[in-house]
């Protein structure tokens, strides 16, 4: 990727949002087989339309069976979709594919860390979205809504869900380490200061059950601690920061604390052997935020059912949050159109949250049923709509730059985690910070 420009710069204080962080979603498809070619005008069968979505990790539209639904509604309509696991294998072709005008989906998912880098650069290449039928910029969040608008008016993403934090834990496994279990106790343990969540997992190690650790890598909890933070790799006039700021380096030595004492798992978030962490109940925490308990539930053994409860994380935080977007050279660009307003609406946005965790962009989805009466078969009885409704609303004020994805998998998957094999805090540090540089410069 290209060094940043001064107009990069100048863009990200107009990305000064909620942070949602820059965190990676799972998902469930072979890299490999992700971005394969165009939207199909056609192929469906008896002459249907086939709209195409190229999307990363599992955002939960066919889950939810919103797609069928969506058929069912337009008949002509044939809705496919695309997935690359990861957002860091999805996000650098689909640059590509803007840049040429080619090889793209009627519809391309924008996870948030990307946002701001998409609204500088690519704006001209994707329809403006203000302007579609039935869309109307108070439906969403005002801060969601904004970060996908361009300085002259232009809107380019409609958003789908937000990640207000909160702590997923076993209660099982707090049982057995002689921890409470119960919600509210729990998050009293480490109220106010990811310092005491440490300190609660060096408690639960004295008697943790064979095989286990507190927390389940050390990048899941560096992105739980940044992501509380109201400023972390980008200042508000739009300069690189991360190195500087001591925010970002205090959030680091924590976590390689936490490392260097085996309080956290050893492997990388959303590869297959932490996938299996998860079924073999590894770990007896983990940076929650919704979207979350849709992987928790796609990748635990059904004897892990209602074992998960929720709690209030130390500090309020984000990680997540996703934009749909309608490229100018889809085939498709008016279906593609409905498609997504449909699918972000809040009636949609309310269905995802009950069945996949995915919690809504729209605040009018906060009081519908499908929320407030939201239950998860991991955490049983825990009112979810309630917990990470709560949370939304003290969502720190952050700004969001253009490399937000680079440096914060600089810092997990090129830093902290070396920690976990033998290296130094200071080693990490200086690997991530080299590698961060170098991409940066790219």
């Known amino acids: 990727m290209r060094a940043r420009t001064r107009t990069a710069r100048q863009a990200v204080v107009l990305a000064a949002v909620a942070s949602l962080g820059a965190g990676l979603l799972a998902g469930c498809a072979d890299d490999g087989n992700g971005d394969s070619g165009g939207s199909s005008s056609s192929g469906g069968g008896g002459g249907k339309t086939t709209i195409t979505l190229g999307l990363f990790g599992t955002m939960g539209f066919k889950e939810a069976g919103l797609y069928t639904e969506y058929e069912k509604l337009n008949p002509k309509i044939k809705i496919a979709e695309n997935v690359i696991e990861r957002n860091e294998n999805y996000y650098p072709p689909l640059l590509n594919h803007l840049a040429t005008n080619s090889g793209l989906q009627d519809v391309q998912a924008v996870e948030v860390a990307n946002i701001a880098e998409i609204v500088s650069t690519q704006a001209s290449k994707l329809t403006d979205l203000s302007k579609a039928p ?53 998050g009293k343990l480490w109220a106010g200061s990811w310092d005491k969540f440490v300190e609660v997992g060096q408690t639960f190690k004295k008697k943790a059950p064979a095989g286990t650790t507190f927390m389940d890598s050390p990048g899941g909890l560096l992105n739980a601690i940044l992501g509380s933070e109201s400023e972390k790799f980008y200042d508000a006039s739009g300069e690189v920061i991360y190195k500087t700021n001591p925010a970002v380096k205090a959030g680091f030595d924590l976590t390689a604390k936490a490392a260097t004492e085996g309080l956290v798992g050893n492997q990388t978030q959303f590869q297959p052997a932490w996938d299996t962490t998860i079924a073999n109940s590894k770990f007896a925490t983990i940076s929650c935020p919704p979207w979350m308990l849709g992987t928790i539930k796609g990748k635990s053994k059904p004897e892990s059912s209602g074992k998960w409860d929720v709690a209030v994380p130390p500090k309020a935080g984000n990680w997540g949050g996703t934009f749909l977007t309608v490229p100018k050279a889809g085939k498709n660009v008016a279906e593609a159109t409905k498609l997504i307003t449909w699918l972000t609406a809040p009636e949609q946005q309310a269905k995802l949250f009950s069945v996949q965790g995915n919690f809504p962009s729209t605040p009018a989805a906060y009081t519908l049923p499908e929320v407030t009466g939201a239950k998860n078969e991991m955490t049983g009885d825990a009112p979810i709509g309630t917990i990470f409704g709560e949370a939304a609303k003290a969502i720190p004020v952050q700004v969001i730059g253009p490399k937000d994805q680079i440096i914060m998998q600089g810092l997990s998957d090129n830093g902290v985690i070396l920690v976990t094999k033998g290296k130094s805090a200071k080693e990490a540090w200086e690997t991530a910070t080299k590698t961060i540089d170098n991409n940066l410069e790219k």
């Open 134 to 186: 039935g869309v109307e910029a108070g439906t969403w969040l005002d801060w969601k809504w904004k970060q996908a608008t361009t300085a002259d008016g232009q809107t380019i993403g409609l958003g789908t869900d937000v990640g207000p934090m909160a702590i997923c834990y076993r209660k099982d496994l707090f049982e057995q380490a002689g921890l409470p279990t119960d919600r509210d106790e729990v």
